[in-house]
């Protein structure tokens, strides 16, 4: 059973910064791509950032030059450093990992911007 844990989620002010993790257990993790969604209540879910299997990265225009995407695939993690945190980056955050198969969702980890 495929499973994605995330955390590192808060409240943080703005200009802040906070690093997401996420886990994957269950599945092969160093060839699929992983990426970072965000999603607030009542609106869709949109990717923040994705990088390959060989670490090849692509973000959302809103976080460039602020957020950075890593993996360990040693350990099976994904990771999101979110600096300059602005308020319009609060949100619910999940990771995502894509395989041939199918697409596999952690449970969310929430962050928070505010004064």
């Known amino acids: 059973q495929v499973q994605l844990v995330e955390s590192g989620g808060g409240l943080v002010q703005p200009g802040g910064a906070l690093r997401l993790s996420c886990v994957v257990s269950?599945?092969?993790?160093?060839?699929?791509?992983m990426g970072w969604y965000r999603q607030i209540p009542g609106k869709q879910r949109d990717m923040v950032a994705r990088?390959?299997?060989?670490?090849?990265?692509l973000y959302a225009d809103s976080v460039k030059g602020r957020f950075t995407i890593s993996r360990d695939n040693a350990k099976s993690m994904v990771y999101l450093q979110m600096n300059s945190l602005k308020p319009e980056d609060t949100a619910d955050y999940y990771c995502?990992?894509?395989?041939?198969?199918?697409?596999?969702w952690g449970q969310g980890t929430q962050v928070t911007v505010s004064s």
């Open positions: 990088i390959t299997g060989g670490g090849n990265t």
């Open positions: 995502r990992l894509t395989t041939y198969q199918s697409d596999y």
């Open positions: 269950g599945s092969i993790f160093s060839i699929y791509p």
